[in-house]
């Protein structure tokens, strides 16, 4: 395991951080983190890295003891805090220097190879920056070394859709270098676009760790359908999966848990004018797998 953590608690005082995290991440594999802001994500990840330490139980990263072996595992990986701190005074281009003399030096080539792919101005001050700005030079730090694993809180926050579909492509490239990559995120697109597995966390508790396929089989989505004439909406009460379902006016809304495929294959057996797909969100997510009470589904 590249990650591995065994009854993980952490306690802020009376606050609660994680509580009983035991959660696994194999080599190779990008895994997504996913909770709502406050679930304890980036408790975990601070644990991880050695910036906190835990409660109780205990962790391992590369191998190697979080704590005791915290100098090695900083060598060995790259990572993206959710509070991203720089020098204001100091060039992009500074900021990276001084961190690479950090590590013992850097591909400087590849370095400007991820300032161009992410459209970097490395020139400039850090206090001129925008927040998406400082996010690329927090996202070129993690990745300019080649670290055998990444980790990443939050890391498209306040990046414009091109830059982020630049850093999904950086993402899957570095899978298949071998590169680990552990990514924290509370948007189910985004984990669901580049993870091979999630962790659910809510309230500092790991609930459930599924495949994308798993996941997708038990999201809810909300589907409105407008047909050219009046709403069949008996047909589609029956189906499996289907619940809610209301007609009006040759509108039909109905919540889908699960495959869309009977769905999509009664409305063709009728003239559809439009069909409109809700993503499932975080919460459905989580009523979906736990209820409104958060309790797991049996």
């Known amino acids: 395991m590249i990650i591995e953590t065994n009854k993980l608690t952490k306690y802020y005082g009376k606050a609660r951080g994680v509580i009983d995290l035991n959660l696994g991440v ?67 281009r500074q900021m990276l220097e001084y961190l690479g003399e950090l590590r013992g030096g850097v591909d400087w080539g590849y370095v400007d190879q991820l300032a161009e792919r992410l459209d970097s101005d490395l020139s400039r001050q850090i206090k001129n920056y925008s927040s998406g700005n400082k996010q690329k030079i927090g996202l070129i730090q993690a990745f300019m070394h080649r670290p055998e694993l990444l980790i990443l809180d939050e890391p498209t926050s306040g990046l414009d859709p091109l830059i982020q579909q630049e850093f999904y492509a950086m993402v899957k490239e ?31 508790r790991l609930v459930t760790v599924e ?47 699960g495959t869309l495929d009977d769905v999509v294959k009664v409305a063709a057996q009728h003239t559809v004018v439009n069909l409109i797909s809700e993503e499932p969100n975080l919460e459905d997510v989580f009523l979906t797998f736990y209820g409104r009470e958060g309790n797991h589904a049996q």
Request: aromatic share 4%; charged share 25%; net charge positive.
């Open 211 to 257: 495949t994308i396929p798993a996941i997708k089989s038990k999201a809810l989505r909300h589907l409105e359908i407008v047909f050219d004439g009046p709403a069949p909406a008996h047909e589609f009460e029956r189906l499996p999966g289907v619940r809610d379902v209301t007609a009006r006016n040759g509108h039909l809304r109905c919540t889908v848990v």
């Open 26 to 92: 194999e080599q190779g594999e990008v895994f997504g983190f996913l909770g709502p802001n406050g679930a304890g994500k980036s408790t975990t990840i601070r644990v991880l890295m050695d910036f906190i330490r835990p409660t109780s139980g205990h962790a391992r990263v590369l191998g190697l003891d979080s704590h005791r072996d915290a100098l090695e595992i900083h060598r060995r990986v790259g990572i993206l805090p959710g509070e991203l701190a720089l020098y204001p005074k100091l060039t992009g």
């Open 174 to 204: 570095a899978k298949e270098a071998g590169q680990t990559i552990f990514l924290s995120s509370h948007i189910l697109p985004e984990v669901e676009r580049v993870c091979d597995r999630v962790g659910i966390i809510r309230e500092g």
